[in-house]
């Protein structure tokens, strides 16, 4: 049996079957037990295991710092840049339902669909509230408005 | 004032302890708040809750609309809002199912807030010398 391990060439003796002889570059040949050549050569293969699982260990936890850090950037911003957009599109759409709404609803809270149709109607937000339990439309494509104010609630 | 005041709170001052119920109406499934809200008459509505509230309420199954709210700071954002019900303040028990009320959801507050709309059902005395908040039956 031979072959070559980083460079070394390893003989097993032609005496013994416990035994390897090393032929190193300098043509010295050294006696080993096969077994201690074994061990040897485990524990430097797992000590080189173990040395490159910890660094792509390391390398994975920076990824994931890195990754975490990207996705709290992209959610704040992302975030902002949503319920700004949603403003927008509800005043877009209220705009464009302007004559209908100030017409028919003036006052009243109304649920408005993001594709312009007005789902339900109330003399306040609470009745309002109540009636859209009611209706199954997917209440993330509804927002509600009161006729002739900017806002439903807050500080006025 | 000579009647006897139903909620009398004393500090801290001027919060009062309510325990606002979302209701699934299908399954009937509840969720329930018990949060000490800050008294703020300057918000016209009747409960304003932290953003973080709405995971409570979506897991329940219970639909939550955008809705325009005009913050203290004159800014307008896109809030959540849903039907909720005020069960209890400190003490005094509300006959089923309670108060109805409009429940608005956003940013991260503090505290939960009680706003005027929901304080004017009654009469309220702030009484800032002695730091007491009751609320009083109306006539």
């Keep these: ?156 | 004032m000579s009647r006897i005041p139903f909620v009398q709170r004393g500090g801290p001052y001027p919060f009062l302890e309510v325990r606002i119920v979302v209701t699934r109406q299908d399954t009937g499934r509840r969720e329930v708040f018990t949060e000490n809200c800050k008294v703020d008459t300057g918000f016209y509505a009747d409960i304003f809750m932290p953003s973080h509230y709405q995971l409570a309420i979506s897991q329940l199954g219970v639909p939550l609309y955008d809705t325009p709210l005009i913050l203290a700071d004159g800014k307008e954002v896109s809030a959540k809002a849903c039907y909720a019900h005020v069960e209890k303040i400190d003490d005094h028990e509300f006959p089923a199912p309670g108060i109805d009320i409009a429940l608005f959801c956003h940013g991260n507050p503090k505290n939960p807030l009680l706003g005027l709309r929901l304080l004017n059902k009654w009469i309220a005395e702030l009484d800032g010398p002695r730091q007491i908040l009751s609320l009083f039956s109306p006539a």
């Design chain 1, 1 to 156: 049996m031979s072959g070559v391990i980083s460079g070394t060439r390893i003989e097993r003796h032609k005496d013994s079957t416990a035994t390897v002889g090393f032929q190193v570059f300098t043509g010295t040949t050294i006696q080993m037990d096969l077994q201690e050549v074994i061990d040897r050569l485990v524990v430097a293969r797992l000590d080189d295991v173990y040395r490159r699982i910890e660094q792509f260990d390391q390398r994975l936890t920076n990824i994931e710092n890195e990754f975490e850090e990207l996705k709290m950037m992209i959610e704040a911003g992302g975030m902002k840049l949503s319920e700004e957009r949603k403003l927008k599109v509800q005043k877009d759409i209220c705009k464009r339902l302007s004559d209908l709404l100030t017409k028919n609803f003036m006052n009243k809270y109304v649920a408005i669909t993001y594709d312009g149709q007005i789902v339900a109607s109330a003399e306040t937000d609470i009745e309002l509230l109540k009636k859209l339990r009611e209706i199954t439309y997917p209440s993330d494509q509804i927002f509600l408005h009161k006729v002739g104010s900017t806002a439903v609630a807050g500080w006025l």
